[in-house]
């Protein structure tokens, strides 16, 4: 490879858009930000607008031309299904971001960048969960993810939609007592139970709005609250579950490694100590490497494709496409 090599990275999520232009070392030597592009939430005008904005500002901080770079690795957000990955790389193709790319779900994107041959556990937790498992022969599975309405467990929205059953159970006594009470009124400057209810009521909430209170509820667990402490517990038990069902999927066996991602267990000790509790019961050995900034993995799938590691047909779970142009 000449110097002149330029690898491209870009973690397409419903929330933000994070890309990484790269030298042929894998060294960035641009960056850029935009809004949401995850298209199911954003729709596809918006989410194309959102990758093509950030491409744009990478590639003006590194002071370089816009052109087709010569390896990407895109990691996007709704590409749930090999039906829905085909038609994103459809979308890099015909936008001719790459000559060569490798396209995976977002979710993936903590094994790249704390698995260098690519075999591993990834875990997302942040408002929502989701786990991935990829073995280097190309094997890849799923558990969770399944949406706020179905699943998520162990996520924000999950911890803080128990938080509110719990408080009301406290408030009828259909369950014991509990700071979370208190706290929650505390969090959102109400007055009482009554409060809550209208305020709950009211309209229609996202789950982005209801995920802040896991940091109330493990708050309230680390002083050792009782209730917040088995809710605490029950989320990372799952998140662990969820860890250990994706390391069987795909015949992986320990020691291996968990790369996990999103503010839950990045920034709380607590509940990642609970987490890690939690996979020595479920998995056994393991080694927990953190990710925080998931983009990153998308340079390392580019760089393997730049290897020769990722070919087409490697898995459906990833389209790899050589040479579009």
């Not at 779900?105 to 997302?124: H, K, R, S, T, W």
């Not at 599975?141 to 059953?165: H, V």
């Not at 020769?308 to 389209?319: C, D, I, K, V």
Request: glycine share 14%; hydrophobic share 45%.
């Amino acid at each position: 490879m000449t110097q002149n090599t330029l690898l491209l990275g870009i973690d397409s999520g419903g929330s933000k858009t994070r890309v990484i232009l790269a030298d042929a070392e894998g060294r960035e030597i641009g960056s850029g930000a935009a809004g949401a592009s995850n298209y199911q939430y954003v729709g596809e005008e918006r989410a194309l607008q959102a990758m093509n904005e950030a491409i744009g500002q990478a590639f003006a901080q590194a002071g370089l031309e816009r052109r087709p770079v010569d390896f990407a690795g895109f990691g996007f957000g709704g590409a749930d299904t090999p039906q829905e990955i085909a038609k994103m790389s459809g979308w890099a193709a015909q936008h001719r971001w790459a000559r060569s790319f490798v396209v995976i779900n977002d979710g993936m994107l903590p094994i790249y960048a704390a698995c260098p041959n690519g075999e591993g556990v990834g875990i997302v937790a942040g408002t929502g969960t989701i786990v991935w498992a990829a073995t280097r022969e190309g094997r890849v599975t799923r558990a969770s993810g399944w949406g706020y309405l179905m699943g998520d467990e162990g996520g924000g929205y999950w911890l803080g939609n128990e938080t509110l059953r719990h408080i009301a159970r406290a408030e009828d006594g259909r369950g014991p007592q509990t700071a979370l009470m208190a706290r929650v009124l505390e969090h959102w400057q109400l007055p009482d139970m009554h409060g809550l209810i209208v305020r709950l009521y009211s309209r229609r909430w996202e789950p982005s709005e209801i995920a802040p209170l896991a940091r109330v509820l493990l708050a309230c667990a680390e002083a050792g609250d009782a209730v917040a402490l088995s809710i605490a517990r029950a989320g990372a038990d799952e998140l662990a579950l969820s860890a250990a069902t994706g390391m069987r999927g795909v015949g992986l066996k320990p020691p291996l490694v968990l790369a996990y991602t999103g503010s839950l267990l990045v920034k709380n000790a607590f509940y990642r100590a609970l987490f890690a509790q939690a996979v020595q019961r479920h998995i056994g050995q393991a080694e927990l490497r953190a990710v925080e900034a998931p983009v990153i993995g998308a340079v390392a799938a580019a760089r393997l494709l730049q290897a020769g590691r990722l070919t087409p047909g490697h898995s459906n779970w990833q389209a790899v496409v050589r040479d579009a142009g």
